[in-house]
């Protein structure tokens, strides 16, 4: 069974256009991310959610928005799409807030043209 | 903010000789320092969590230890199946007062038959 699973896996899209990538974890853990890693492989995280609860918001334009149904499920809207959107989007989950071991799913390539 | 800075980038061996990746860090109280590892299109493995210097965690033909100021993934006698890029992150505090990871660009390791 996979602990992090995510769809799609790949996702080309045009500029302006409006996306959803959707995350769910079997794992029964409290938290859940979302990150984004570069061209240049730097991962750095967008946002996490505790139990539902919004508990980490990093320096993201608002055309990001993560919703969290369910404490299993992460998912990331992102309107407007630009061409610097273009990356990988891995989405990540821990047994809680303290963000120790992270679990990562598989990741979303997403390229915007 | 919060640093952390990776070296080398690339780094090619052959099979069977032993090295170690630097994982050097400027962090506001350390809660933890994560090794893991990335095979290319998939998602960040964990392999360890060094808490306090001096401590030291082993795996296989990988061992990391930990200073004040940074700390070094080794790996002894390297098989091809090592081939991946070994990410470091600092467990610090976020903007929203919580805990989060931050990733350094990766070390990318080639083992040559």
């Known amino acids: 069974d996979t602990a992090v699973s995510q769809t799609p896996k790949y996702l080309v899209t045009q500029m302006g256009n409006d996306k959803s990538i959707k995350c769910e974890q079997n794992?029964?853990?409290?938290?859940m991310y979302w990150y984004k890693q570069d061209s240049k492989k730097f991962l750095k995280i967008m946002f996490s959610?505790?139990?539902?609860?919004?508990?980490i918001n990093e320096t993201v334009p608002n055309r990001f928005s993560p919703k969290s149904p369910d404490k299993a499920h992460l998912n990331l809207h992102i309107n407007s799409l630009e061409l610097g959107d273009s990356a990988v989007y891995f989405c990540a989950s821990s047994q809680d807030y303290r963000a120790a071991r992270q679990y990562f799913g598989p990741g979303t390539r997403l390229t915007v043209t | 903010e919060d640093q952390v800075t990776q070296s080398p980038e690339a780094l090619r061996l052959q099979e069977g000789e032993s090295s170690s990746l630097n994982c050097s860090y400027t962090v506001s109280g350390l809660r933890g320092l994560f090794w893991y590892r990335q095979d290319p299109g998939k998602g960040p493995e964990f392999l360890f969590t060094l808490y306090s210097a001096g401590e030291e965690k082993e795996k296989e033909r990988l061992k990391a230890t930990l200073t004040k100021k940074e700390s070094f993934l080794h790996i002894t006698a390297p098989k091809p199946e090592d081939s991946a890029t070994y990410l470091c992150a600092v467990q610090a505090i976020s903007n929203f007062g919580n805990e989060k990871l931050t990733f350094g660009t990766g070390t990318r390791l080639t083992i040559i038959p």
């Open positions: 959610y505790n139990n539902k609860e919004l508990i």
């Open positions: 794992l029964g853990h409290d938290t």
